[in-house]
């Protein structure tokens, strides 16, 4: 049950606690995992099988359509019950193009059955549009440099940060250069109690692996991302102080983040979360002489770096507004 606190985490055996898990919510539903906070897409002509939504493990989506534009093949990481494969199927609808992976065979029997119950619900769907394999996050068995897009959702944050860190290089190797990598994890408004942390049963249910966002886009950085977008941030829960011990209440929230494969540039990452800048000077334009040519009166997102050196320049006709935490992309960086 969620929110009890269950086995103390042997750090060799954690994942043994999370196949167990999942292959038990496998065969019948969790409501306690069913967490998202976004919610479920209404497309036409796609109609999700009952039970997939009833097996809706994940904290947010990652099915983020203008990234969807001009993939070709994509790549899912922990399938669930598939309902977010067959969201990508919707827009790519071509024979193995999309390769899913997971790394719990009763997870992987679930998907299969339901994307077969959801082909005859949906005219456009074929079950073969969905290569499902059997693998593991850490080593994906995939070629290096063949994926368009790439999606995992509410997986990553159960990895421990040495797992994290290598499940993030083996996406990041997949990619083509420019490829996208869609997450969905919660992050927890400071660091997670180690106590809670090495639990893994907790861990297992989304709850305690969590990092702060910092320590997330960190990571996300550390394996050779140069550009991310936060797409959503929402409330998830909250670990109470009294059931789980704490000092504190403890915040977590559920980020929706597009990580890009290009290169870092040298003055570090490019992170947008959702500032802008306003020119409302004289002239027609400001142009910064970095690249950045701001026009008056209309708003140009920008990432934090650039939103900061602006800042810098002390100017009081650039208005430069605080994260939203919602950018939509195509921004400058
Ligand atoms: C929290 S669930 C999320 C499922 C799905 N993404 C969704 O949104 O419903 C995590 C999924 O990852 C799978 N999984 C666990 N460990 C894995 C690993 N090391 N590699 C690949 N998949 C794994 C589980 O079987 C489960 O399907």
Same mark, same amino acid.
């Given at each position: 049950m969620s929110g009890i606190i269950g086995l103390p985490m042997d750090r060799s055996d954690y994942r043994d606690v999370v196949e167990d898990l999942y292959a038990a919510a496998a065969q019948t539903p969790q409501a306690s995992l069913c967490c998202t906070t976004t919610p479920i897409w209404h497309l036409p002509d796609l109609d999700v099988p009952q039970a997939m939504l009833e097996r809706n493990? @994940?904290? @947010? &989506? &990652?099915?983020?359509p203008r990234d969807? +534009? *001009?993939? !070709?093949r994509a790549l899912y990481v922990g399938? @669930? +019950?598939g309902m977010e494969v067959l969201q990508l199927s919707y827009f790519?609808?071509?024979? @193995?193009a999309v390769v899913a992976i997971d790394k719990v065979p009763e997870m992987l029997e679930t998907a299969r059955s339901l994307l077969e119950e959801a082909a005859t619900a949906n005219a456009?769907? !074929?079950?073969?549009?969905v290569d499902l394999r059997e693998g593991d996050a850490l080593l994906l068995p995939v070629d290096s440099e063949s994926i368009d897009v790439a999606a995992q959702n509410?997986?990553? *944050?159960?990895? &421990?940060r040495e797992h994290l860190d290598q499940a993030l290089r083996e996406v990041h190797r997949v990619l083509k250069p420019g490829g996208r990598f869609m997450l969905s994890d919660p992050v927890a408004e400071r660091p997670m109690p180690s106590r809670l942390a090495d639990d893994a049963r907790l861990r297992a249910e989304c709850l305690s692996g969590a990092l702060t966002l910092g320590q997330y886009l960190e990571a996300i950085v550390a394996a050779g991302f140069g550009t991310i977008e936060i797409r959503a941030r929402r409330p998830y829960r909250v670990l109470d102080k009294r059931r789980y011990g704490l000092d504190e209440n403890l915040l977590l929230e559920s980020i929706e983040a597009v990580a890009i494969k290009d290169p870092i540039p040298d003055d570090g990452p490019c992170i947008f979360t959702g500032r802008n800048v306003i020119y409302v000077g004289e002239d027609d334009q400001f142009d910064d002489g970095k690249g950045h040519l701001i026009s008056r009166d209309i708003p140009l997102g920008v990432c934090d770096k650039t939103a900061a050196a602006l800042q810098r320049l002390g100017r009081d006709d650039l208005v430069i507004t605080q994260s939203t935490w919602h950018y939509p992309g195509d921004g400058c960086c």
């Open positions: 493990y @994940g904290c @947010g &989506t &990652t099915i983020h969807l +534009a *001009n993939a !070709d399938v @669930g +019950a790519l609808r071509r024979k @193995g456009w769907f !074929d079950p073969s549009f509410c997986l990553f *944050n159960i990895f &421990t």
